[in-house]
Every structure is written in structure tokens, then in C-alpha cells.
């Protein structure tokens, strides 16, 4: 009997222990299979497509005379039978729309309209210039194609604008003797669709324009702009405006998507732009950025054609876009803030976007007829020319002698001087306060303040002015100054190679967002970069910010306090950051890789041996600028970047967090398209020093619920890693350098999970 009492409980034992194995069984198999399944990574960006440095051609020797992107060549008998279907009115349903109704030569390759007309009137937007087309890398207004033979298809078939219906379209092509003729010459299978809009494609990438003015300046005759154009090219390139940003040359666009918030020609019926095609990073309201390539021939303007003249669009812009017709800060992009500017301003901005004109006689010239025998358009008047060419310079007449020491005595002009000098010279000034800004595109110059024990030569840009030193040459050098009162940058440098910044002293205006230095030393898409033992402080965004450049990168010896951001690596490859102290900022020093910029890279940042501590200020950023999102009490913040190592740092007293590793998912959507990887991936946090940090989280820490931390990790990037045994994490557990890769791939699983549903 008691045998038999015993077996009912064998036999649930037995069952149980089956349960458990077949739980552990199920356990091991899905540890397996997260330890050894894929997992996410960043698809590498071949070299030739990162972007970013200093891009210049092989002659070039400042940062105006930047290499024009690649091109495949063209095919002349293409070109050609593109020419004549562009001008054929045959190609529309009604033999009555060319290409050219739209696209006029006269008129900047557009047609002066609001907005184009179609075989059933006006349309949804303004007809864009075709003017270096060739090198745009999406197409219309909302890049919703990715070449000209795919652009080429839509305005040819679709019913309310030519209407044609290819089958009999191509009908109609073979019937006529010479295209025949010319598309058996150009393609081996003759008259296709495909070929077609091929054969117009090839003409519209003849469309070159890069002889203006301004191209013979950035090349070296500084005489060939105007003193009203090269005034409106400084306020053009100034940190205020900042319309260099988006039209960068040479090309006049970065081929970005940006929200400006332009009105709607029907608010009943708005435009929303990008998102509508493609739900890109900041893609509502976004419309894909132009070149400025003869822009004066090709008004109205923006994709709906809302402004008349360039003068409107500069009160657009100066208004802070969108913000003055309603539309909410943080909707517009963070680079139109609005600026002050004079009616003189305006008239020198104009006068330089003229200087960006230039109109090969041979492109804008119309066929005499066309195989079909169809009236074609006629030449017009566009009364933009007359202007444009009454705004041209004397021919320059170069300098040439050994390098010279010029000095600036105070109460001079240091801008008068450095106008004289020549590649090689050093330029001397001596201390005073000089309230000025100053533009040098001179390569190879060496400007230096003399220092006198606590004297130094100060630029005050009496809270009116944009930039203190706004440069483009190679092989600079800036020492010995003081700047304080710019309300753009203190030092801005674009394009060159081998710029270096050293003993430089910049102070903002604590708090006041209105009048505040946005960056303190701002070299951006530049090459081989050197910043050291200056002093920076109360700068509304980064003190010391490099951006879309590329190594050798060094930022040592300098002291950043009271930003914003101290320090900020961004879109850049190979930097150094070492030997800082980093107090009483916002956020100490970030690593970030941003979208909808010029380089869609960031990798193989080291930042070691700095003194990070008590960054917890109140941040101070402009409403709507990305900075504004870091919390108080951040010691150092890696965003998306890649390949990033930290170590043998200081990092104490920060109150949210010493060191965070995030993504873009902490920005926007995971379901976001961006045009760069998102993942941080390979970073490496070890051997720092810990004290004190994530004692009081703030922001979006605070708002995720998350603890404050030496280390948080949001996640993303299996392959991080962080040695750092004696810090406080979160999460508790964090991946090492010497893990196997199936417990890294393992681990972000599970963290994967979690932190998905979390957000």
C-alpha cells in the first residue's frame, strides 16, 4: 500500500521535472537563437558617397574652390535627339506642351510662373530650374525619384500635365524620319519609352553652369565680384543668415530636405512635402533644397512659387520662415531663426546671388525647328538679365612677391589689411578693441593678436554683428585674440584644409538667447583641424564645434564652460578630443551623427584624458536647434556615431548622466527612413574615472523613467562595448570588450525588447 501512494507523486514528479526540461529546453533554444540570428546593422556608405571635409579640387587653395561631384559622360547624339524631344510639342497628348513650356532657356529653365501649367491648368507646385540638374541625387520638389530618366516619365504621362500615351507616342515618333533615323544612331533597339526619356535625360545633364562670377573669385581673381556682391557673399556665408548651410557651394545645394514652413497657396489643402512620398527624418513640410545656380533668371520662388521676387524670399527667411505665418518653432528647421537685416543688405545679398549667373550661350539657345514640324517656343524677355548684367566687375590683375609682416595698429581696420596681404604673409595686430567683422578667403595667411600679459586684440561684435573671422583659406592660422558680442559665431570656417585655432578667448552673454553666441569656434566641412588653449564660455549651442569634417581632427588644452555644449564632434571622422577641462555646461562633450547633412558619416572619435565635471547648467539652446534636447547633467553623449572611444577621463559631478550611448530612435520614430546608418555601433567606453555622476536626472531621462547613471545605454548597436567595472549602469549588465559575440547579440536582444517596449 505504501508503494502505491508513492507512485501518483513519482509520477507528478516525473511530470514536472519532463516541464522544466522542456521549459529549459525552450529557454536554451531561444537564448540560442537570439545569441546566433542576425541582428541589425548600419549598411556601410562606400567612401565616395560619406561626404563631408573639405572637398576640394587639385588646384584649389581655399575652401570657395570645392571639387564639382563626378559625373558618367554624356552621349553627344543622346544629348542631341534630347535636345529636340525637349522642344517638341509632340511629345504631349495634344501636340501643344513642350518640356520647354516649363522649362524655358529664357527663363532660368523654368517659366516665371506661380505654379506650372498642365493640359489642365495650373498644377500643385513651381516648375524648378533645370540649370546643373545633372547633379541633383533626388528629383521634384519632394525627391520622391532618383534620376532624370525616372523624373522624365512622370510630367510625360501624367494626365494633367503632357498627357502622352507612350504606346502611341512612340507610334507617332517612328512615323517621322528623321528620329527614326536618330534613335537607331543613339540606341541600339530604337525608339522605346525608356529611351525617350533617356535621350532627355542626356540633354538635361548638359546643362552645366559653373563659369559666374563667383567661380571665377573662388578661383582666385578677387576682383570678380563687385564690393556690393562680395558684401552680400559675406552676408550670404554669415553665421546669421545662414543660407550658406543649405547652398553650400559649388553646386548651391547640400540636396537636403528642409521645413521652412512656407505658406500654402491653399490651407484647406496643404502641402506636406516629403512625408508624403517617404517618411524621412524630418520629412513634414520638408521640400528638397534647390541650387542657387542662376536662381535671378528663375523666379517666382520656393516649391509653390509663394514669392514673387528674392526680396521676398529674404523677408521670408529673416522673419524666421514659417514662425511669422503661425507655424510652431520647433516645425521649422532649426537653421531659419530669423535675422536683422538692412535694406542695404538686402540689396548686397541680392547683388551676390546675380554674380551666380552664367548662361552658356550654346544651352539656352533654341532649335530652329523640330522633326515634327511643330510650332516650338520662341526666345523671351526676362528682365532679371538687364540687372544682372549691369552687376559686373573689373578684370583682376594678381600681385605676386615674398611673403610679407603686415601689422594692424590699433584703431585701424584689420579687414583693410588683410585685404593687401598675399599667400605666405603674417598679419600682426596689435591690441585694441576693434569692433568689425572680417572675411578672408586669402590662403595661406597667419593672422596672430600680440599679446601683452592680459592685453590682447578683442573683436566685439557690439551684439549686432554675425561673425568675428569668417574664413575659407587653407593653411590659416588664428592666435591671440578675444571675441565677444557676435551673435552668429565668433570663428567660422568653411571648406579649407590645415586650419589651426589656438590662444583664442570668446565669451557670450550668458542666458540671452536672442543675442547669444550660437558657436564659439565653428570650422565646418574642413579637413585637418587643430583648436587648443583657448577659453570659451557662454555659447548657445557648442563652443568649440566641428562639423562634416574630416581628420586629422585634433581639440586639446582648451577650456570650455558655461554652453550650452562645450565640445561637439559632429558628422566628422577622425578626431581627437584630449586634455580639456569640461565643467558647468549643459552637456560636456558630444558625439553625434545627425541626418540631412552634407556627411553621412561619424566615426573613430577618441575622446580620453579630459576633465569632465558639473555639467549641469540650464540649457539655453534656441527653440527648435537639436542641442536643446540635452539634459542638464551630461557628461558626455555619443549619438548614433560610430567606432567611438572613450577613456581615461575624469567624468564627475554630472547629475544625470556621465556617459550615454544612444541612437536616433531617441529623436525620431523607429520607423524613420534617414540617409545614414542609425545604430551607434563598435563605441567603447573604458578606463575613465567615475565620481558622483546620475545623482538627479533631468529631462529626457527623467521623462523615459530611467535612473541617473555613470553609464546609460539606450540599446541600440550590439557591438558596444564598456569596460567599467567600478561604474553605476544602466542597465546593470553591459556588454565587454572580451564578450563573445553570441552573449553581446544576446544581451541586445533581450535589452531590444525591453527598451521597445518601453518606448
Keep these: 500500500m505504501r508503494d502505491e501512494k508513492k507512485r501518483p507523486a513519482r509520477g507528478c514528479l516525473r511530470i514536472a521535472a519532463w516541464a522544466f526540461g522542456l521549459l529549459g529546453l525552450l529557454l536554451c533554444t531561444v537564448a540560442t537563437a537570439f545569441a546566433f540570428l542576425p541582428v541589425p546593422q548600419d549598411t556601410p556608405i562606400p567612401v565616395a ?28 547624339d543622346r544629348a542631341a535627339l534630347g535636345r529636340l524631344l525637349f522642344y517638341d510639342p509632340a511629345l504631349s497628348a495634344n501636340d501643344d506642351m513642350s518640356c520647354a513650356t516649363c522649362h524655358h532657356p529664357d527663363l532660368g529653365f523654368s517659366d516665371g510662373r506661380q505654379v506650372a501649367v498642365g493640359s489642365h491648368g495650373d498644377l500643385r507646385r513651381n516648375a524648378p530650374s533645370l540649370w546643373n540638374v545633372a547633379y541633383a541625387t533626388s528629383l521634384f520638389w519632394d525627391g520622391r525619384a532618383a534620376s532624370l530618366e525616372e523624373q522624365m516619365l512622370t510630367p510625360l504621362t501624367a494626365e494633367n500635365e503632357m498627357a502622352a500615351d507612350m504606346a502611341g507616342l512612340v507610334a507617332e515618333l517612328e512615323d517621322i524620319d528623321e528620329y527614326r533615323q ?26 552645366i553652369s559653373k563659369n559666374s562670377p563667383f567661380d571665377r573669385y573662388a578661383a582666385g581673381d578677387f576682383n570678380a565680384l563687385t564690393p556690393a556682391q562680395r558684401r552680400g557673399f559675406d552676408i550670404f556665408r554669415s553665421a546669421e543668415t545662414r543660407c550658406f548651410e543649405c547652398h553650400a557651394w559649388p553646386t548651391f545645394t547640400h540636396n537636403t530636405f528642409h521645413a521652412l514652413g512656407v505658406p500654402d497657396l491653399d490651407p484647406d489643402n496643404p502641402d506636406l512635402g516629403q512625408i508624403e512620398v517617404r517618411n524621412a527624418a524630418d520629412a513634414e513640410r520638408g521640400f528638397r533644397t534647390p541650387g542657387l545656380r542662376n536662381v535671378a533668371l528663375s523666379g517666382p520662388y520656393m516649391h509653390n512659387g509663394r514669392f514673387a521676387t528674392l526680396e521676398d524670399v529674404i523677408d521670408f527667411y529673416a522673419d524666421g520662415g514659417g514662425t511669422a505665418f503661425g507655424l510652431d518653432a520647433v516645425d521649422v528647421d532649426e537653421k531659419v531663426a530669423g535675422f536683422d537685416i538692412t535694406p542695404q543688405e538686402i540689396s548686397d545679398l541680392i547683388a551676390y546671388l546675380y554674380a551666380l549667373t552664367d548662361e552658356p550661350s550654346d544651352l539656352i539657345a533654341i532649335p530652329d525647328s523640330v522633326p515634327s514640324g511643330l510650332p516650338i517656343v520662341q526666345h523671351m524677355e526676362n528682365p532679371a538679365r538687364a540687372q544682372v548684367e549691369l552687376a559686373v566687375a573689373e578684370p583682376y590683375s594678381p600681385e605676386s612677391r615674398e611673403p610679407q609682416t603686415l601689422t594692424v595698429h590699433a584703431g585701424e581696420s584689420i579687414q583693410a589689411v588683410v585685404d593687401q596681404a598675399l599667400p605666405g604673409d603674417t598679419v600682426l595686430v596689435e591690441p585694441d578693441v576693434y569692433t568689425q567683422s572680417v572675411y578672408i578667403d586669402t590662403p595661406g595667411l597667419t593672422v596672430r593678436g600680440i599679446v601683452d600679459g592680459d592685453e590682447r586684440p578683442w573683436l566685439d561684435g557690439e551684439n549686432t554683428r554675425s561673425d568675428g573671422f569668417n574664413t575659407t583659406g587653407d593653411d590659416f592660422v588664428l592666435e591671440g585674440f578675444g571675441f565677444r558680442g557676435y551673435i552668429g559665431n565668433a570663428v567660422l570656417t568653411t571648406g579649407a584644409e590645415r586650419v589651426t585655432y589656438r590662444d583664442l578667448i570668446v565669451e557670450g552673454t550668458y542666458g540671452d538667447t536672442d543675442k547669444n553666441t550660437i558657436y564659439g569656434i565653428y570650422p565646418v566641412e574642413c579637413t585637418d583641424v587643430l583648436v587648443e588653449n583657448s577659453t570659451l564660455t557662454g555659447i548657445a549651442d557648442a563652443a568649440i564645434y566641428v562639423g562634416q569634417s574630416h581628420g586629422p581632427i585634433v581639440v586639446r588644452s582648451n577650456t570650455v564652460y558655461g554652453n550650452v555644449t562645450g565640445i561637439e564632434i559632429e558628422n566628422s571622422t577622425d578626431a581627437e578630443v584630449y586634455d580639456n577641462h569640461v565643467y558647468e555646461n549643459t552637456g560636456g562633450i558630444l558625439v553625434f551623427l545627425l541626418p540631412n547633412n552634407p556627411s553621412k558619416v561619424g566615426y573613430r572619435t577618441r575622446v580620453y584624458n579630459n576633465l569632465i565635471e558639473n555639467n549641469n547648467n ?10 536643446g534636447l540635452v539634459p542638464p547633467g551630461t557628461g558626455i553623449m555619443i549619438m548614433t ?45 573604458y578606463g575613465n574615472t567615475w565620481e558622483n555622476n546620475g545623482y538627479a536626472p533631468a529631462g529626457v531621462v527623467v521623462d523615459l523613467g530611467i535612473p541617473g547613471a555613470d553609464i546609460l545605454w539606450t540599446g541600440e548597436g550590439w557591438n ?35 527598451i521597445g517596449l518601453l518606448l
Excluded at 539652446?621 to 537639436?626: N, P, Q, R, V
Excluded at 564627475?652 to 520607423?671: E, I, K, P
Design 618 to 627: 540650464p540649457n539655453f539652446a534656441k527653440e527648435g536647434a537639436i542641442v
Design 641 to 685: 556615431a560610430d567606432n567611438t572611444e572613450v577613456f581615461g577621463n575624469t567624468i564627475r559631478d554630472n547629475q544625470t548622466v556621465g556617459v550615454a550611448l544612444t541612437s536616433l530612435y531617441m529623436v525620431y520614430d523607429r520607423d524613420t527612413e534617414f540617409d545614414l546608418g542609425p545604430l551607434p555601433e563598435n563605441n567603447y567606453v
Design 182 to 207: 536618330r534613335f537607331d544612331a543613339a540606341f541600339s533597339d530604337g525608339i522605346t519609352e525608356q529611351n525617350i526619356a533617356s535621350a532627355i535625360a542626356e540633354f538635361e545633364r548638359t546643362l
Design 720 to 754: 558596444n562595448a564598456f569596460d567599467e567595472p567600478s561604474a553605476s549602469k544602466f542597465p546593470p549588465l553591459l556588454p565587454e570588450r572580451g564578450w563573445p559575440d553570441p552573449l553581446k547579440r544576446l544581451t541586445w536582444r533581450v535589452y531590444d525588447i525591453v
Design 49 to 76: 558617397a560619406q561626404g563631408g571635409g573639405a572637398r576640394q579640387g587639385d588646384a584649389a587653395t581655399t575652401g570657395l574652390q570645392l571639387e564639382w561631384p563626378p559625373l558618367p559622360p554624356v552621349n553627344a
